[in-house]
């Protein structure tokens, strides 16, 4: 009997540099243009193709037992990902079909509120 067990092997670390990326802003020209990709050849293409990826990947998920509980959680995680970018261009269709101008009223409550917010540190006397 072992009162101490082996020490396991450290696992290598792994950095990875990005370049710093600017906020994505969600504009009304934006909204559009994803909403403009569901009419697209290439990326229907693309869609039907992560369509078919996914459908591997859950039948993969279904139908064979996994050898670690890290194989089942890579399967879920790639059917996640296959059916995320449908999702972002369903949402961005949505929202660009619920777009509109502002209403004469609207518009005066939206000028009220933004009269009386006062912005912190942006002053031009400094």
């Not at 660009?96 to 540190?121: F, K, T």
């Amino acid at each position: 009997m072992s009162w101490f067990t082996p020490k396991a092997e450290p696992k290598p670390i792994t950095i990875v540099e990005l370049e710093k990326l600017t906020p994505i802003e969600e504009t009304p020209d934006s909204v559009a243009a994803v909403a403009s990709l569901r009419s697209h050849h290439g990326f229907q293409w693309l869609v039907k193709k992560l369509k078919l990826q996914a459908a591997r990947l859950k039948a993969e998920l279904e139908n064979t037992k996994q050898t670690s509980i890290e194989d089942y959680y890579f399967l879920q995680t790639g059917l996640h990902w296959c059916r995320w970018l449908q999702q972002q261009v369903d949402i961005a269709n949505d929202k660009y079909l619920s777009m509109r101008p502002a209403n004469p009223q609207e518009r005066m409550h939206i000028e009220d509120i933004e009269r009386v917010i006062e912005l912190v540190g942006n002053s031009d006397t400094i």
